[in-house]
């Protein structure tokens, strides 16, 4: 998508970003170090971008989901650098993950059983990771698969190169939640048990963007922000604890402007009508840009600080505002409307929509002109 025929711009600061990383870093050091999360496309705001700047900010832990993300993260940071594949390896795929030196995260027995058979056919073993369940009940080690291999398949473990153990917490963002201390407390269980087995000591990773904030004990040798350095906080209060600068803004184009009259309807199903006179703003995106039609007749816009509301169902590529309220001088063809932004922040618009920040950033379309700020700035001072 060229400049020239964009309807929307979405600015992502990658100062911001690594001023974000930077923060955790030094939040969790020197107990800790601290990784990055950059599956699904870094959130969606462009994982080459994303992960080459926090690489140069001296990022050397990376987490993606699946193989792919795995390869094409390789071939942005260059050879060094540890790239950990959050599902896991699908069978037929071992030696792309050798090739690309990719570390799988085994999280079931299956998936050990057949890692093995791999390294055992080519005599030569690979570092992998291990993900235990403390409370998520998702993907990971049962309670099932840990008795197993705290037992009779300990010797499973021991013909592993293990350089990672991790969990995941399930209510991180719930301070004083008594689940966080249990998934803690049986973390910790398993540490135990897997030093012992393996006769060394790996590195452990239990906490992500939220889990870091809730006291030294959580951050272990390792730390897997992902939220956090989108410039997301991941709950209301921890403001107090950390400044996240934002990260991401989102502007769209007013493409049309007409006059409304007195029950004048709007959009698909007429679900909104004007009961007085006013001013419809067409705009450069809908659904299929991840505008979310859950924000039909609820979400918002800024229009110079001017809080506008959409009316009317969100189309495929369109949505449609009150502008009513708007100074005229302020209302032309090719204004842009602030959709995510300082008066609009993220969280409002997630809310507004009935979800989560999460949802919103990953269904960015991929018809929005990028504009990534501050990237010159930061490849200047090229730190190895
Ligand atoms: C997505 C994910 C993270 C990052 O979580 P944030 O809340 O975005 O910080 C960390 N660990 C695992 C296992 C994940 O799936």
């Not at 939040?27 to 994303?50: F, Q």
């Not at 940071?77 to 030696?95: A, M």
Request: a neutral charge; hydrophobic letters at 40%.
């Amino acid at each position: 998508m060229r400049f020239k025929e964009a309807g929307a711009f979405l600015n992502i600061d990658l100062g911001a970003l690594v001023f974000n990383w930077e923060g955790m870093r030094r939040y969790i050091s020197p107990s800790s170090r601290c990784g990055a999360v950059v599956k699904s496309d870094a959130y969606g705001l462009g994982a080459e971008k994303i992960s080459s700047a926090l690489y140069r900010a001296g990022c050397r832990d990376f987490f993606v989901a699946y193989l792919s993300e795995g390869i094409a993260l390789r071939r942005v940071i260059g050879d060094s650098g540890r790239i950990f594949v959050l599902h896991g390896f699908f069978s037929g795929t071992e030696r792309e993950f050798t090739r690309y030196k990719l570390i799988p995260v085994l999280n079931t027995i299956e998936q050990i059983e057949g890692w093995l058979l791999y390294t055992q056919k080519v005599g030569h073993r690979f570092p992998v990771a291990l993900h235990f369940d403390t409370g998520m009940s998702r993907l990971s080690f049962s309670r099932q698969d840990q008795e197993f291999l705290f037992g009779e398949g300990q010797d499973k473990l021991k013909l592993l190169e293990v350089v990672l153990v991790m969990s995941h917490l399930a209510n991180g963002d719930i301070q004083g939640d008594k689940k966080n201390e249990e998934q803690l407390n049986l973390f910790r269980d398993i540490r135990d048990k897997v030093s012992k087995i393996l006769g060394y000591s790996p590195e452990y990773s239990l906490s992500a963007t939220a889990g870091i904030f809730l006291g030294k004990e959580y951050l272990f040798d390792l730390c897997r922000p992902g939220l956090g350095l989108y410039g997301i906080y991941p709950y209301i209060g921890l403001e107090d604890k950390i400044l996240l600068r934002p990260v991401v803004s989102l502007y769209a184009k007013i493409i049309q402007l007409q006059r409304a009259h007195i029950g004048q309807s709007v959009g698909y199903g007429s679900s909104y009508s004007f009961t007085r006179e006013g001013i419809i703003a067409t705009v450069c995106l809908g659904y299929a840009d991840g505008f979310l039609r859950s924000l039909g007749n609820k979400g918002y816009g800024s229009i110079c600080g001017k809080q506008v509301p959409v009316i009317g169902r969100i189309s495929m590529d369109l949505t449609t505002f009150d502008v009513t309220e708007v100074p005229s001088k302020d209302l032309y063809i090719g204004q842009e409307v602030e959709i995510i932004g300082p008066h609009n922040t993220i969280d409002f618009l997630a809310n507004s929509g009935g979800t989560i920040p999460y949802e919103l950033f990953t269904n960015i379309g991929d018809r929005y002109y990028r504009r990534y700020k501050n990237e010159e700035k930061l490849f200047s001072v090229d730190r190895k």
